[in-house]
């Protein structure tokens, strides 16, 4: 196997595609992508692309907020010492104290740019969240996401120098004697080229691929596969952060509840009406999420019940309808009344920490191609995240990707108009819902290593003729979907232990002494353990 792949049909003339080239391309519209944007030297002709709308990314849904160390009995010390905490050993170290002693100057970013964050007596209102040891998260009502992504996207319009490009579909990266120069995106059934001095990736996660997830399938991990097919490094793909409290609506969609109703003192009960997290851990329902996960898990095996339940009735109508109006209401067209119901929850796959391996300023393994948030792996959030430390890195890596471009551009000049993909034509082909589900039994809150060999077995076979699979942007989605579910299952399975978010059920136990290292992947490589992620 070669040292690159795509995945644009062998049967694609690709001198004949439309061309345009920028200065700055950014792949993504989420708040790392919009911070890189409305970071750059407004001097410069940036693309951002987007292949839905703002209200499917994974930003707009958040629920929760931003932590930063504000308050007068907490410290920088303090949430970095939380996050390395939670991040079970693997936290690269320079990554957290960059997040976190940059979050102030992030705040002032958005504030900047007119975000109006809750307030409360005495300033900013700090909510507490799992695993924080204060209350340290800003946040806007239980809509943040949705606030900050609504408030940047005016300030984008109105730049002269974005130019939006919606509903294009990343298909492959551009890539010569290992730099990045551009993309192929698929806009309304025409494939164009896309060319510029800087790509960056913001494309969010792949939680998507699971069939219960807070995030739809679309986020299915369309730039980091494109990434992983170009040659770049990626790492700690086995790492996926399932969210504890998760409800499924009447149509079957899953909605998240954010964590800051178990920071404000909501409960778990269990079927029985019992409370059980302090039987698992002395933080009670304030446990990091892997740990509330795991233990609601086993309260559903052993119950054999569908859902435990989140018991908010003695916070009362008039708080519940003020601070969680959003999720009030969707409770509610539910047939769920907080103030008097217990509401049915279980865990669902929320949040993916691998990603595309940078160093402290997004920079790849491929010349020219930068990535940060949820599709970059910065080592910021270790084996396990941290409760909304995930806007605040969008933030901090978006303004740092941002320096380097404005520092270093122009960073080279632009490749001639000749597109050529080296390496090899891929495709792979499945039933992603299937795919979702299994994903679910055997590589969810609790692994299992037969039944994750099993399925990579599986979908191995899967490889198809490019030409017959690859004509629409549903066949692009299923070969992302196999593609990065074979990355996870086979980190998962070189992983033989059980730390933070990745649980193996027949290797319970945490080895540091062999462990405690990162799992590096690259096309055409075997996968290798490195003591550190971040590039040096």
Not at 19 to 39: E, P, R
């Amino acid at each position: 196997m070669s040292e690159r792949g795509y995945v644009i049909s062998p049967k694609t003339n690709l001198a004949a595609l439309d061309d345009q080239s920028y200065d700055v391309i950014v792949i993504g519209a989420g708040i790392a992508g919009m911070t890189v944007a409305l970071s750059l030297d407004p001097k410069l002709k940036v693309a951002l692309i987007s292949k839905e709308s703002i209200q499917e990314s994974s930003t707009y849904k958040a629920q929760g907020g931003m932590a930063i160390s504000l308050g007068v009995d907490d410290s920088l010390e303090e949430h970095i010492a939380d996050t390395l905490r939670v991040g079970r050993g693997l936290c690269h170290e320079p990554a957290v104290e960059a997040t976190v002693r940059e979050a102030p100057a992030a705040l002032d970013f958005l504030q900047s740019l007119g975000a109006d964050f809750n307030q409360g007596a005495d300033g900013l209102y700090l909510g507490r969240e799992a695993g924080h040891s204060h209350h340290r998260i800003v946040h806007y009502y239980d809509s943040t996401g949705r606030h900050i992504a609504e408030t940047m996207i005016k300030r984008i319009e109105i730049q002269g120098n974005i130019m939006q490009l919606d509903q294009c579909y990343l298909v492959d990266l551009l890539t010569k004697q290992n730099q990045c120069y551009g993309c192929i995106v698929l806009n309304s059934g025409r494939l164009v080229t896309l060319r510029a001095k800087a790509i960056v990736i913001a494309t969010g996660g792949y939680s998507g691929i699971f069939a219960r997830s807070t995030n739809s399938i679309s986020a299915n991990g369309d730039g980091l596969a494109a990434a992983y097919r170009a040659g770049a490094a990626i790492s700690d793909m086995e790492f996926v952060q399932f969210h504890p409290t998760s409800f499924k609506t009447c149509s079957g969609e899953i909605f998240l509840l954010t964590e800051a109703l178990r920071g404000e003192g909501a409960m778990l009960r269990n079927a029985a009406g019992e409370r059980f997290m302090f039987s698992y851990h002395a933080d009670g329902e304030l446990a990091p999420r892997d740990e509330v996960s795991r233990a609601i898990v086993t309260e559903l095996q052993s119950n054999n019940k569908d859902a435990v339940y989140l018991d908010t009735r003695h916070l009362g109508k008039d708080y519940l309808t003020d601070r969680f109006r959003q999720i009030y209401a969707e409770l509610l067209e539910n047939g769920y009344c907080m103030e008097k119901d217990i509401i049915p929850i279980a865990p669902a796959a929320h949040y993916t920490i691998g990603g595309i391996t940078t160093n402290l300023w997004g920079q790849t393994t491929l010349s020219h191609l930068f990535a940060c948030g949820e599709v970059a792996a910065t080592g910021v959030h270790g084996a396990n995240r941290l409760a909304s430390n995930s806007l605040l890195e969008g933030v901090v890596f978006g303004r740092r990707v941002a320096q380097v471009i404005n520092q270093d551009f122009p960073v080279s000049h632009l490749i001639d108009r000749e597109v050529a993909l080296e390496g090899d034509n891929v495709c792979h082909s499945c039933d992603t819902k299937k795919l979702g589900i299994i994903l679910d039994r055997v590589a969810g809150v609790v692994r299992k290593g037969d039944a994750m060999r099993l399925l990579l077995m599986e979908l191995q076979e899967k490889v198809e003729d490019p030409s017959s699979c690859l004509t629409h942007i549903q066949g692009y989605q299923e070969n992302n979907a196999c593609q990065l579910a074979e990355l996870v299952l086979k980190a998962a399975l070189l992983r033989s232990e059980s730390r933070g978010t990745h649980y193996r059920e027949d290797f319970p136990e945490r080895k540091d002494r062999d462990f405690s290292k990162h799992i590096t992947q690259q096309w055409g490589r075997r996968a290798v353990f490195n003591e550190q992620i971040s590039l040096r």
